[in-house]
């Protein structure tokens, strides 16, 4: 524990991550993070590091990976092949705040409802993914969606890659 919250830096087994924390760093192994990060607190940062392996990022029940709402949320994966998959706010979306996820490599599958993929909305949010041959599906509001006072990027810069943007069900 610290003033700012969780700091948690873990091995290069197969982890479970879950729950707020302020900081996690992860120096590799397949791992499962299931509704990580920091609530929409107004100023407070939320950073994941993870090095390798073949992660698993799930949410249902707060925003996702790299979703800064009224606070700043970064996401860095350095290498693998992830399965990211959530309800709706994930994936670099900035409300009010900022949002960045960057997957450096690997063959990624992106898949989430509205407000995802590098979204902003009165706020900047950017997702990033450097190489892969990668599949991204989200409804409305997404993939490099600008809305009002919002930036929002989503930049591929290698690989084969799928896109799919559906209205919302």
Do not use: R
């Amino acid at each position: 524990d610290s003033p700012y919250g969780k700091i948690l830096v873990a091995g290069k087994e197969n982890n479970f991550h879950t729950g707020e924390y302020f900081i996690i760093i992860d120096l590799g192994g397949d791992d499962k993070y299931m509704d990580v990060g920091q609530l929409a607190h107004n100023g407070k940062l939320s950073l994941v590091l993870d090095f390798s392996g073949n992660d698993i990022i799930e949410w249902t029940k707060t925003s996702g990976p790299g979703a800064g709402i009224l606070n700043a949320n970064i996401w860095v994966d350095l290498a693998g092949d992830d399965h990211y998959s959530g309800s709706n706010i994930g994936m670099g979306v900035g409300i009010l705040g900022l949002g960045l996820l960057l997957d450096s490599n690997g063959n990624d599958t992106y898949t989430a409802g509205s407000y995802s993929m590098g979204a902003g909305h009165y706020g900047l949010g950017v997702h990033i993914d450097a190489n892969g041959n990668d599949s991204y599906t989200s409804q409305h509001t997404s993939q490099g969606f600008g809305g009002v006072g919002g930036v929002g990027l989503l930049i591929d810069a290698m690989g084969n890659d799928n896109y799919n943007c559906e209205k919302a069900l």
